[in-house]
């Protein structure tokens, strides 16, 4: 294993100036590290931002560097494929190996990208290195200068790194000091709707969905950072009688922005987006996230959505959810939720397959 701290200089000595990424609990550490010097590192919303954003930054000339998860690494192959690789911008991409060697330790999100990474890569002729658990220091060197060679000759090489092989540090953020539990804020908005279909996110929310509002008609999504309003739209433009509900999160959210134009334009009257607001992408190890400059509120209703409304209370969240349910959609419920204090509850897949799920919400959407 290599410190963060040792991870961050090796690549500082090299002349690495700048980086962006989206949070994996690979790099917590480096993101944490670099977040505390200003101008080191750009939290990006989405991989293909993320790449896109070191690639300004090598275009205008600085040594640049990206970290991801490789879960999202479909979201940068047309950034990576027409841009980077189009003008030779020469780039390092640190790429967290989820699911790899065996899927079977890993969630099932990660079953099919976890083996397919390498063979991705190769399919568009990526050079590729590997940073293991058992690595130092001076492995990692060996496999800097080796990614040195390919980006002298303008090729933008990737590091895949292996669970452990980056070391942890606390990462600096500014969540809210004043709101609710999310638990409890998915209590209240499930229980003034007990009869809708709800989307939850993937991380925290789906297991806080799962542990205290489970029910047939709720689809956990594992993976899919960013679609749960898609997918949501998708399903209350098929079920127009059905009021669906879109648990959402801010990482989540900030990932795909533009689907709130999309649902403001479809203007689907029984669709409600409630986004639990915490500021940091929790279940990656609390990275922050932009949404402490940013108005959902103000973003939804400049989309087209009917109504939009924050939240800090039982009773707020509850009024909006009611008033949600009275008046023509599509509506947004930003709900500001605390830090999470205490046991994470399990995945919903611990106890039911993706299978399992997929049935029985389809079902329940015919009853």
Known sequence: MISAQDFCDLLADR?????SGVPCSHFGGPIAH???QPGRYVPAPNEGSALSVAAGAALGGRRAYVMLQNSGLGNLINPLTSLVMTY????LTFTSLRGWPDP???EPQHAVMGPATP????SVHTPHYTLYAKDGPDEFALVLEQAEKDLAEQRSPFVLVERGAIGKATAANDPYSEGLAAAEAIRVVTAAAPQAAVIATTGYTGRDTFAVADAPGNFYMQGSMGHASSLGLGVALTHPERTVVILDGDGALLMHLGALSMI?????ANLIHVVLDNRVHESTGGQATTSATTSFPGMALAAGYASAIACDSEDTVRNAMTQAQTVPGPHLINVKTLPRTGAIPPRATNALSTLDIRDRFQHSLQQ
């Open 104 to 106: 079977a330790t890993d």
């Open 15 to 19: 002349g690495f100036s700048f980086a």
């Open 88 to 91: 030779q911008l020469p780039l």
């Open 34 to 36: 670099l977040s505390t």
């Open 119 to 122: 063979g991705l890569l190769d």
């Open 264 to 268: 403001g334009h479809a203007a689907p």
